[in-house]
Every structure is written in C-alpha cells, then in structure tokens.
C-alpha cells in the first residue's frame, strides 16, 4: 500500500473553510396565512449582512390571494386590506432572488420559512439556488443553557442579546431582530472554535470537535482522479485498511468526510477509528475505479460493503466422467474445462442449471449409475435419458455436445425450445409454468451475455482504446481482461507517440490458465467492459478477436417478443406470468 500522504498533521486556520466575516449572510423572516404548507405568503422582510455591516434590506407584502384569518390579522397586523394591491408571489420572486443571490439563508426556525420559499420557487417554475441555510433557532438551542433564557423564541432570544429591533411579528422588524442574535450567538460558538461558516454549519448538524479537526487530512491532496483509503495505525498492530473510495476530485472527496454532508452513522464511527488518509492518483476515472477494486480485494476493509465479494461467484461446468452432468463450482482453475458464468447468486445458477436441462437433458444424479439399477422418477417422466438403464454413450455424448455449445455462448437452440415450450404451455393456459420458464430461461440468456463480454476481452493478448474528454484523450492498455496501464494525452497534434509510451509502460500479463476467463476479477473486467460501452471509445489498436456477440442480445429480444405475443390479454394473466423483457 503506498504511504498516506497526510498522517498527522495539525489543522491550522486557513485550512478551515470560508471566515465568517467573509460570508454575505441573508436573513429572512415571511410572515403567512396560516402555519400549513397550503397557506400562503403575505409578507416578506430580509437584511443582508457581511462583517457586521448591513448590505441591503427587502420588503414587500405579497397578495396571498386568499382571506387572511382574524386571528393572524390581529397576530400580525396584516389586514385584507394592506395586501389587497400587494403583487401576487410569482410576481415578487424575480426581485427576491436577485436579492438573495449567492447568500447564506438565515432564519429563525429556518424549516418554516425556507418550507415556503421553496414551495413558491417550485409553484413558479424556479429552480431552487441551493443556499446554505443557518437556523437560528438551532443554534440557540446548541448554544444556550435554559438558565440563560427563558424559552428559544425569538422575542426571548432578541432580549438577551440586547437586539436594536424588536420583534413584533412583521418581517423586516422580525428579521433585523434575527440579525442581531445570529451576531450574538456566533460571538457565542466563536469561544468553541466554530470560525468559519463550515464549522457552523457542522456545528449545528452535531459534527463532533474531533471529527472536524481531521479536516486538515485533505489539505494536501490534489485536486484530480484517484482512490483514498482511511486507515488505522496502533503501536503493536498491523496498519489496518478501514476504508477505501474513488473520486474524480481527491481533495474535494475526503473533505466531505469531516463535514455535515457525510451523515452516515457507519462513516462517523470510521472516521473517528481513522489515524490517517492515504491516497493514490490516477490518471482517469477507469483507472481509479479498477485500483479502488484491487485495494478493496486485498484489504477487505471492514467499512467497504460493495465489492468485498468480488472472487465469491458461482460457475456451471460439465464432470469429468463417462456420462458428464452439471457441476456448480466457484474454483476455475482446471484447464480444458468449459466454465459457464458468472453467477453472483447461487439461486441464479441453480434456475440457469435447470434451464440448460430442460434444452439439454444432462442427468442430475451425483452417485454411481450402477446405484440406480431400475432409474429414477426424472427417467420416467423422460426428463433424463438414463444412462443408468440404457448406457448409450454416443446418444448421451449429443447432449453433451448441445450443452457445451450453449455453455460456450451459442445459446439459439435454448432460446428456441423455450420459446415454443413457453408458446404450449400458454397456450394451455398453463401461466404459472409459462412464467416461471420465461424467467428460467432469460435467466440462462443474460448470463450468455455476461459471460461473452468477459470471454471476448479475456481471450485478447491486448486491446488499446481511447476517449476523449475535454481536452485529453484517455488512454487504456487492457490485456487478457485486466488493465495493464492508463494515461492522457493532450488533444491536438500526433497522439501515437504518446500513446506508445503507454503501452510501453504497461504491466505485463500473463495469460490465465483457463481460456476465456479474465486475468482479473470478474468485476474488474466487467467495469473495463462497461467502459467500451461508453459514447465515445474508440479503438488504437487489438491483438486479437474481440466483438460483442449481437447474437444473444437477438436471441433475448426474440424470446421476450415471442412471450408477448403468447397472449394478447394480459390482464388475465397472473403478473409474474407476464413477459419479461431482457
């Protein structure tokens, strides 16, 4: 693993975030008809505030067009009659927006007043700005002993920190008294070291002091493509790997990790474990999903849900015997052998096992023939041939033959017997069998396709492929399934001699043992394989046959087709016995 390049250095101010004397703060105050969501708004008051200075003030009545109850008239002072000239909201959001532009949102029981903001921007077709929001009322609450104050309102708030304005239940007063205890409570927080608006607004999501201070980790990584991995490092014990992510924006992506935006409770808990972030840059988005891939195989880290299972998949073979049948297995490693796969399920394979039987009767007994003197019940409903009882090997060796060639990606014969099954039983029908075939039978068709995208890239001694992104081509060295090397170069003039020096400093792979299996995990070469499918790739060059075969995707279109053409009333049919499309 290489060495993390940002283990125990100490937070120093600069690194924190945005001062909060640099921040333009909007605080706002609505009042409305009502407290419901279907109430509307009848005034709107905000101050603009940055270093203490007032910047500018808003206000207007809005026309809630609707009648404003006695009790919020007498609450507020707002009558019918003072609004009844007031433009309606979608008339005042134009002027509202370019006041609050590029602001921090403060209000206090912010979820109230930013709730009827954003349902008027939504009413109106705008598009919501995204501010960060400040909720006085929180931060209050975080801040101040009950014994200080008698409740968190914003009338007890406005007198204990000797607000200029009283609040009295119009907007602009109401606001401009909500300026003065956000100054009251930020002098507040500011003797914990909550100085910048990233510590506020962590401060108020309950981000510990300690989860914070690791912010500094991220100071000194790039800001470009690359994997990271928090770790733990205790004298006496091996360093343990608790984590491992991709981003294309290293420093961006782990910094999230100490604010409020990360909420999960498992990151916190690996956070707080972590003594130190390593990363590794690389030069495309490829290349850092595949080294993500091989660091979570090799360290399994406890934190890491996707991909700790990348090797634990299941594949079909034919025993080596006299009267061969299927085998599930996760091992591959005997060459000659056909292995059929991947399954990520063992339940998938069973179903795929079952379909390839119903095509190709292979027999299913696992004991000796000679233990089966007089047949078995699958012999007698002609659903095995029996080699036990008539030990024909040149008949059975047919079957053999049409099972390996679906098991080798040649699955029209499978498609064509389901589908005329399929039709019968319909026809009868016999919907419950008829829908639990198709979904046997789209099963086998899928992992065709799967397993013939790995086949065609692991049997290439080498493709090169390019795509451009802004003014870089990507550049992929792919050998045998496995990614060998990555690289840019710079759009515009000759790109060969670039791209031969990325070839030539591609890692060497050997073969694999088995053909048609990757020189890598299965993932791996399926996130390669889902890069070709990308808009945009382009081939430099290929040693060896590769192709997608457009057979299976024909045969799955075919199949699901033939399906709904089985019934044109399908509301009587049971829903899992409908067509499925693959």
Not at 85 to 104: D, K, M, N, Q, Y
Request: glycine letters at 6%.
């Amino acid at each position: 693993m290489p060495d993390s390049s940002s283990a125990h250095l100490q937070p120093s101010f600069d690194d924190l975030g945005t001062p909060l004397s640099e921040v333009t703060f909007c605080v706002v105050d609505l009042e409305t008809t009502g407290l419901s969501t279907d109430d509307a708004i009848t005034e709107i008051g905000a101050v603009k505030v940055r270093g203490g200075v007032v910047q500018g003030e808003f206000q207007t009545f809005v026309n809630p067009g609707e009648h404003i109850p006695a009790s919020v008239q007498v609450l507020t002072g707002i009558t019918d009659a003072m609004v009844s000239t007031a433009p309606r909201i979608g008339a005042v959001l134009p002027s509202w927006i370019e006041f609050s532009h590029s602001t921090v949102l403060v209000a206090h029981n912010a979820r109230f007043d930013v709730g009827f903001l954003r349902r008027a921007y939504q009413a109106h077709d705008h598009p919501w700005p995204g501010h960060q929001v400040v909720d006085t009322l929180t931060l209050a609450r975080m801040t101040l002993h009950r014994e200080e104050v008698r409740s968190y309102r914003l009338g007890s708030l406005a007198t204990l920190f000797h607000a200029q304005t009283s609040p009295d239940h119009r907007a602009l007063d109401d606001a401009r008294a909500t300026v003065d205890v956000l100054h009251g409570l930020l002098e507040r927080i500011g003797n914990l070291g909550v100085t910048t608006l990233e510590d506020v607004l962590e401060f108020t999501h309950h981000v510990s002091r300690q989860r914070r201070a690791k912010r500094v980790w991220a100071k000194d990584l790039p800001e470009e493509p690359g994997v990271y991995w928090f770790h733990r490092e205790e004298p006496g014990h091996p360093d343990e790997v608790l984590y491992v992510g991709k981003s294309v924006n290293l420093r961006r992506r782990v910094s999230t990790y100490f604010t409020a935006s990360e909420h999960r409770s498992r990151m916190d808990e690996m956070v707080r474990l972590s003594t130190a972030v390593g990363h590794q840059t690389c030069t495309t988005p490829l290349e850092a999903g595949v080294v993500e891939l091989r660091l979570i195989d090799a360290h399994s880290p406890r934190y890491n849900r996707r991909s700790q299972r990348q090797n634990k998949v299941s594949w079909v073979t034919l025993t080596d015997e006299a009267f061969p049948r299927l085998s599930i297995v996760r091992s591959t490693t005997q060459p000659g052998r056909v292995y059929w796969g991947p399954f990520t399920r063992r339940d998938d394979a069973v179903d795929a096992c079952r379909a390839l039987r119903e095509i190709a009767p292979l027999r299913e007994c696992t004991g000796a023939l000679s233990s089966h003197p007089h047949g078995c019940p699958l012999a007698e409903m002609g659903r095995c041939p029996a080699p036990c009882l008539h030990p024909d090997r040149a008949s059975y060796q047919e079957i053999v033959e049409l099972a390996t060639r679906i098991m080798t990606r040649d699955v029209t014969a499978a498609a064509t017997g389901h589908a005329a099954r399929i039709a019968e039983l319909a026809d009868a029908d016999r919907f419950e069998e008829a829908g639990a075939r198709t979904d046997r039978a789209l099963t086998l068709l899928r992992v065709g396709r799967r397993g013939a995208r790995l086949a065609s890239l692991a049997r290439c001694p080498q493709i090169v492929a390019a795509q451009r992104v802004d003014d870089f081509w990507h550049v992929h060295v792919v050998r045998y399934g496995r990614l060998a090397g990555a690289g840019r170069v710079r759009v515009g003039g000759n790109p060969m001699p670039a791209i031969d020096a990325i070839v030539t400093a591609a890692q060497t792979v050997l073969p694999p043992p088995v053909s048609g299996l990757p020189a890598c995990t299965v993932e791996e070469a399926e996130l390669i394989a889902s890069w070709f499918e990308e808009e945009g790739v382009r081939l430099v060059d290929i040693d060896g046959d590769w192709s997608w075969p457009a057979h299976i995707y024909v045969d799955a279109q075919a199949l699901a087709a033939q399906v709904r053409s089985l019934r044109t009333e399908t509301h009587g049919v049971p829903a899992t016995c409908r067509p499925i499309v693959a």
